[in-house]
């Protein structure tokens, strides 16, 4: 279990600001990781190689097709306004 000094030292590491409740809190969810890492130093990962996923899974990409799409004047028919050529909207800032 951690004590509740290096519980305030983490926080003043971490620039957190802590109630008392918190840091009562907190002590037991960080003793509680520092717990689990504990336990994963135990496994035997001799001869497992290192990776970033384990899925085996490659990003998929469709091919890009040139498809005829709205003409500018289709594109604008609905609209309220226009300017030169372009929607036109209220102003946002």
Sequence with gaps: MLSLSEVKHVARLANLKL????????????????????KLKQLKTKGVEP???????ENVFREDKVKSSMTQ??????TRETYKGFFKVKAIF
């Design 19 to 38: 109630s008392e409740d918190e840091f009562e809190k907190f002590q037991k969810q960080l003793s509680d990781v520092v717990a689990y890492i504990e």
């Design 51 to 57: 990776t970033s996923q384990v899925t085996g899974l």
């Design 73 to 78: 004047v289709e594109a604008l028919s609905n």
